[in-house]
C-alpha cells in the first residue's frame, strides 16, 4: 500500500537546515547592457557561479520542462513554482485547455452545461486578460470558446476585457483588441448579439492576487458588473487607443471604462440570470474575483448589487476552497508534492515571501493547495507588500524583511527547511524600468548574502535557484538577438518573462563532502530540484520523481 514515509538516503544525513532560496524573474543570460543582473552588483550570486560545474549548474524553467504547451512558452511563477515543488511535470492549465476545446469536450462537461442553463433567457459574460501571453490565459483559446459557445447557443455574449503589456509587449493590447473585434462581428453577422461590454488594465482592474488589494478587484466588478466606470466609450479599441494617450497608462494599468450604447446606457452590466465565465487559465490572479462572484458572504468591498448568476472558472482555481464551484476545465490534479512528504516524515518547515509572492511558495509550491498540511509541523509567514505602487518606485521592495524572517528561522534551529523567494527581480522587471531593475538585482542579491550567512551560522545547507526568466533580458529581440526598435528607434523593452534557464546553486558547511550536481541530467529542469532537495534532507525522492540533479562520490 502506499506509505508517505520516505526511505533514508545511504549515504546523506538528516536533521542539517536547509535554505531554499528562490529568486523570481532570475535568468541566466548573455551579458550586456539589458541583462541587468549582469549590469547590477550581485557579488554573491557571482562567487556561488564560481562554484560550476559541481555546486552551479543551469536548469530549463519554461516549455515542456514545465508543462507548458510549446517550447516557445516562457517559464511563469505558477509552473515553476509547481515543478519545484512537485518534483514532477504536469500538463498545466495551459495545455488542459487546449486539449479540452480542441477535443470539444469542454462543451460536454459539467461547467458548461451549467452556463448553458443561461443562455436561454440570459447574457454570457466572458471575463479574462486578453493577450496571447500564456501564462494566465491565451486570446486564441477566448477566440475558440466564443465560437463554440454560440454554437452551442449562446445568444447574447459580452466580453470584459484585461489588457495585458506584462506578459506580452506594452502597446500590443490595441492589436488584441482588434482581432477579438473582428471575431465578434463575425459573430454578430451570424445573428449573435456580442459585444465587448468592458475593460481596463490587468494590473489596475481585477487581477489583484494573494488580497493585496481588493480595491483592484472593486474596479473591476463596478466596471464589469454594476456598468459603472470613470471612462465610457462607444468602441474599445477607441477606449484603448484614448486612454493610453490621455492618461498616458501603460496597457497594464489602462483605467476602467464600460462601452455605452448611442443613449449612453453601459451594453453590458452583468445581471440576475445570465451566465459568467472568467477565462484565465491560472489561479492566482482569478481567485479574489472568483470569491466576488460566487460567495454569498462577502465583505471586501460593497458590492452594491449580487447579481443571481451561474457562474464558472475556466479552471477551478483552488482545490481546497472548492473556488468556484463549477468550471469547464479539470486542473492539474497536483499531488504527494515533496512539502507533503517531507512534513510527514518529520522535516520542520517555514516558507516567507511578501504578499505578492507569498502564495507561490506556499500555495504553488504545494500543488496549488491552501493551508499547512501540518500547522504543528509548519510555518508560513507574509510580510505585507507595498500595494498601490508599481515596484520600480521601491525597486528593493521588502527583500530585506523577508531574508531577515528567513534568518531568524533559520537561527531559532526550529525548522529543517525555510524557504523563501525574492521577488524584486521579478516584479520590477515587469514594470520595464531597466534602472530601477538593476536596483532590484542588487537587492535581491543582499538578501540572499543575508540568509547564506545564517546557514554558514547554523552549518546548515543551501540551495539557491529560481523560476523563471525576466529580469536577465529586458529587450525584445530578434532571432539572431539583436535588440529590435520600434518605429521612433527606441528599443522595445521587454517586460514579460523569458526562454532562459536559471541557476541552481548548492552549497553550505552542512553539505556532505562529495556532493556535487552529476553531468548526466543536462537537461534538467525545475522538476528536478524536489529530489535534490529531499536527498539533501536525507531522504530518497520516491521513484516517480524526476531524477536528483545531485551524487554523492565516495573521497
Ligand atoms: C504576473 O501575474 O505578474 C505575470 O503574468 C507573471 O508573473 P509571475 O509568473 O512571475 O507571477
Ligand atoms: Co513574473
Not at 523570481?24 to 549582469?38: F, K, L, M, S, V
Not at 463596478?222 to 470613470?230: F, S
Amino acid at each position: 500500500g502506499f506509505s508517505w514515509k520516505l526511505a533514508d538516503h545511504p549515504k546523506l544525513p538528516k536533521g542539517k537546515i536547509l535554505g531554499m532560496v528562490v529568486l523570481d524573474g532570475w535568468g541566466e543570460a548573455n551579458p550586456d547592457q539589458y541583462n541587468c543582473i549582469h549590469v547590477a552588483d550581485t557579488p554573491t550570486m557571482d562567487s556561488l557561479k564560481k562554484g560550476a560545474p559541481e555546486k552551479w549548474r543551469l536548469v530549463k524553467a519554461h516549455g515542456s520542462a514545465v508543462g507548458l504547451p510549446t517550447e516557445d512558452d516562457m517559464g511563469n511563477s505558477e509552473v515553476g513554482h509547481n515543478a519545484l515543488g512537485a518534483g514532477r511535470i504536469y500538463a498545466q492549465g495551459a495545455k488542459l485547455v487546449d486539449f479540452a476545446l480542441d477535443s470539444g469536450k469542454i462543451y460536454e462537461g459539467e461547467g458548461f452545461k451549467y452556463i448553458k442553463e443561461c443562455f436561454e433567457t440570459g447574457t454570457l459574460h466572458l471575463i479574462g486578460l486578453l493577450s496571447d501571453g500564456g501564462v494566465h490565459s491565451r486570446i486564441d483559446q477566448l477566440q475558440l470558446l466564443l465560437k463554440g459557445a454560440s454554437e452551442n447557443g449562446a445568444k447574447r455574449i459580452r466580453v470584459h476585457i484585461l489588457t495585458d503589456g506584462r506578459d506580452v509587449l506594452d502597446g500590443s493590447s490595441v492589436g488584441f483588441v482588434e482581432t477579438l473585434e473582428n471575431d465578434l462581428a463575425k459573430l454578430r453577422e451570424k445573428g449573435v448579439d456580442a459585444q465587448i461590454a468592458s475593460g481596463g488594465g490587468r494590473m489596475y482592474v481585477t487581477m489583484d492576487r494573494y488580497e493585496n488589494d481588493w480595491e483592484v478587484v472593486k474596479r473591476g466588478w463596478d466596471a464589469q458588473v454594476l456598468g459603472e466606470a470613470p471612462h465610457k466609450f462607444r468602441s474599445a479599441v477607441e477606449a484603448v487607443k484614448k486612454l493610453r494617450e490621455d492618461t498616458k497608462a501603460s496597457d497594464q494599468y489602462i483605467p476602467p471604462f464600460v462601452i455605452v450604447d448611442e443613449n449612453g446606457k453601459p451594453v453590458g452590466p452583468i445581471v440576475d440570470g445570465d451566465a459568467v465565465v472568467t477565462f484565465n487559465f491560472r489561479a492566482d490572479r482569478m481567485v479574489m474575483i472568483a470569491k466576488s462572484l460566487e460567495y454569498e458572504d462577502f465583505d471586501k468591498f460593497d458590492r452594491v448589487r449580487f447579481p443571481k448568476i451561474h457562474y464558472a472558472g475556466m479552471l477551478q482555481y483552488d482545490g481546497e476552497l472548492k473556488l468556484p464551484n463549477h468550471y469547464l476545465v479539470s486542473p492539474p490534479e497536483i499531488e504527494r508534492t515533496s512539502g507533503e512528504y517531507l512534513v510527514h516524515n518529520g522535516v520542520r518547515t517555514f516558507a516567507c515571501s511578501e504578499t505578492v509572492k507569498f502564495g507561490h511558495v506556499t500555495f504553488f509550491w504545494n500543488g496549488n493547495r491552501s493551508g499547512y498540511f501540518d500547522p504543528s509541523m509548519e510555518e508560513y509567514v507574509e510580510i505585507p507588500s507595498d500595494s498601490g505602487i508599481t515596484f520600480n518606485v521601491k525597486p528593493k521592495m521588502k527583500a530585506v524583511e523577508i531574508a531577515e524572517k528567513a534568518r531568524d528561522a533559520i537561527l531559532s534551529r526550529k525548522f529543517h527547511q525555510v524557504r523563501v523567494n525574492l521577488p524584486n527581480g521579478d516584479m520590477v522587471g515587469h514594470t520595464g524600468d531597466i534602472e530601477a531593475t538593476i536596483v532590484a538585482c542588487k537587492a535581491a542579491d543582499e538578501a540572499v548574502k543575508i540568509i547564506l550567512d545564517a546557514i554558514e551560522q547554523v552549518g546548515g545547507i543551501y540551495v539557491v535557484t529560481a523560476d523563471h526568466g525576466n529580469a536577465e533580458d529586458m529587450v525584445k529581440r530578434n532571432k539572431s538577438g539583436q535588440p529590435l526598435l520600434d518605429k521612433t528607434g527606441k528599443i522595445q523593452i521587454l517586460t514579460s518573462h523569458t526562454l532562459q534557464p536559471v541557476p541552481i546553486a548548492i552549497g553550505g558547511p552542512g553539505l556532505a563532502a562529495g556532493v556535487r550536481f552529476r553531468n548526466d541530467v543536462p537537461g534538467g529542469g525545475l522538476a528536478n530540484v524536489a529530489a535534490t532537495v529531499m536527498n539533501l534532507h536525507g531522504y530518497e525522492a520516491p521513484s516517480d520523481y524526476e531524477p536528483t540533479l545531485i551524487e554523492v562520490i565516495d573521497n
